[in-house]
T-cell receptor, first 112, second 113 residues
Framework: GENVEQHPSTLSVQEGDSAVIKCTYS??????FPWYKQELGKRPQLIID?????GEKKDQRIAVTLNKTAKHFSLHITETQPEDSAVYFC???????????FGQGTTLQVKP | DTEVTQTPKHLVMGMTNKKSLKCEQH?????MYWYKQKAKKPPELMFV???????INESVPSRFSPECPNSSLLNLHLHALQPEDSALYLC????????????FGSGTRLTVV
């Protein structure tokens, strides 16, 4: 079945450094790849997404890259700040079902 | 209005109780979802409604019964739950088109005693 693997499970960086989280998906028909940030006790919030016809997308300090051939996509956060500390989930979906398959999550800690 | 509102925020129920979780959105989204999330785990899909019709049931036990009375409301009726059903229950909505991100509600933290 469909599967999304996410690495690393935990990531600790110094404030100002960059952070990279990587995901691999199994279903080559997947065409939509969102990233969610979930702070402790709060709802997941969509921070950036990418569609299969695009290789890279940026929004200020965050960027997502997609390699369809390798079935990889990655989240890049530059100039990290303590408020970036949270759990980040990647996800993949296909078609019109709206069904998202989530990765297992990465706990990012940004040390001041 | 760009929010998904869930009530109640917290719920404690006994294994013989019947309760309902409610979700409301006024963004014109015609797809609505129920997810279950355990601590430190990703959300797990339970149900998908598209145009008020159930389109996906991820083999959820019948003690969970969803209902979509209209395009803005989604309910989850709970009956005879088990302690292992304790979790954060998240509602989400999106447009019914390829490649649409969800807007999640804040969730209902359910404890079954």
């Amino acid at each position: 079945g469909e599967n999304v693997e996410q690495h690393p499970s935990t990531l600790s960086v110094q404030e100002g450094d960059s952070a990279v989280i990587k995901c691999t998906y199994s279903d080559s028909a997947s065409n939509y790849f969102p990233w969610y940030k979930q702070e402790l006790g709060k709802r997941p919030q969509l921070i950036i997404d990418i569609r299969s016809n695009v290789g890279e997308k940026k929004d200020q300090r965050i960027a997502v890259t997609l390699n369809k051939t390798a079935k990889h996509f990655s989240l890049h956060i530059t100039e990290t700040q303590p408020e970036d500390s949270a759990v980040y989930f990647c996800a993949a979906s296909k078609g019109n079902t709206g069904k998202l398959i989530f990765g297992q999550g990465t706990t990012l800690q940004v040390k001041p | 209005d760009t929010e998904v509102t869930q009530t109640p925020k917290h719920l404690v129920m006994g294994m013989t109780n019947k309760k309902s979780l409610k979700c409301e959105q006024h963004m014109g989204h015609r797809a609505m979802y129920w997810y279950k999330q355990k601590a430190k785990k990703p959300p797990e899909l339970m149900f998908v409604y598209s145009y008020e019709k159930l389109s996906i049931n991820e083999s959820v036990p019948s003690r969970f019964s969803p209902e979509c009375p209209n395009s803005s409301l989604l309910n989850l009726h709970l009956h005879a739950l088990q302690p292992e059903d304790s979790a954060l229950y998240l509602c989400a909505s999106s447009q019914v088109r390829r490649g649409q991100g969800y807007t999640f509600g804040s969730g209902t933290r359910l404890t079954v005693v």
